[in-house]
T-cell receptor
Framework: AQKITQTQPGMFVQEKEAVTLDCTYD???????LFWYKQPSSGEMIFLIY??????QNATEGRYSLNFQKARKSANLVISASQLGDSAMYFC????????????FGTGTSLTVIP | KAGVTQTPRYLIKTRGQQVTLSCSPI?????VSWYQQTPGQGLQFLFE???????NKGNFPGRFSGRQFSNSRSEMNVSTLELGDSALYLC?????????????FGSGTRLTVV
């Protein structure tokens, strides 16, 4: 079975500082994708970054980077230079080829950026 | 280009009624999947459609059903509503099913059952 674990229900970060949101996963499927989504209070899930299980390098997208440690089955999101608009819920998710390609989501981390 | 459009945004229904939610994917996207988000259970997969065929279904009772039309628009229906069906229902579209395809989510339909 696929499982995503986010152990930080809430996080606070000072504006302009970097923050790491933790995510560990469990799967026996060798081919999978790891995703991070941001969900503001409006409800929309906004795609941030993707890491494939066979990707050799960590993914980066602007201020977002994914610290992928395959042996540890972790896929932490790093947000650099936090902005007030980064305050939202953040979800780590996984999709695996052999399990129907559905998303398995973690429970989310609520990030608050303090001015 | 236009994003994923879900209608209506908000809905209030009474127990026992049925409801239909709509999702219009991004133009050219042929895969649509649905998720239920509740405070207690988090985000859970409902079903996925591709080319008008249901490809995968989550662990939900038969009261939850869906379909996809030839223009890739999708609807989900919930019959005999229960209080526990109150949730944010999100749909996501992509070009086709597959772990390497990016999925774009809509803003959701917030259903309240009273």
């Amino acid at each position: 079975a696929q499982k995503i674990t986010q152990t930080q229900p809430g996080m606070f970060v000072q504006e302009k500082e970097a923050v790491t949101l933790d995510c560990t996963y469990d799967t026996s499927d060798p081919s999978y994708g790891l995703f991070w989504y941001k969900q503001p209070s409006s409800g929309e899930m906004i795609f941030l970054i993707y890491q494939g299980s066979y990707d050799q390098q960590n993914a980066t997208e602007g201020r977002y980077s994914l610290n992928f440690q395959k042996a540890r089955k972790s896929a932490n999101l790093v947000i650099s230079a936090s902005q007030l608009g980064d305050s939202a819920m953040y979800f780590c998710a996984m999709r695996a080829t052999n399990t129907g390609n559905q998303f398995y989501f973690g429970t989310g981390t609520s990030l608050t950026v303090i001015p | 280009k236009a994003g994923v459009t879900q209608t209506p945004r908000y809905l209030i229904k009474t127990r026992g009624q049925q409801v239909t939610l709509s999702c219009s994917p991004i133009s050219g996207h042929r895969s649509v999947s649905w998720y239920q988000q509740t405070p207690g259970q988090g985000l859970q997969f409902l079903f996925e459609y591709f080319s008008e065929t249901q490809r995968n279904k989550g662990n939900f009772p038969g009261r939850f059903s869906g379909r996809q039309f030839s223009n890739s628009r999708s609807e989900m229906n919930v019959s005999t509503l229960e209080l526990g069906d109150s949730a944010l229902y999100l749909c996501a579209s992509s070009l086709a099913p597959g772990a390497n395809y990016g999925y774009t989510f809509g803003s959701g339909t917030r259903l309240t059952v009273v």
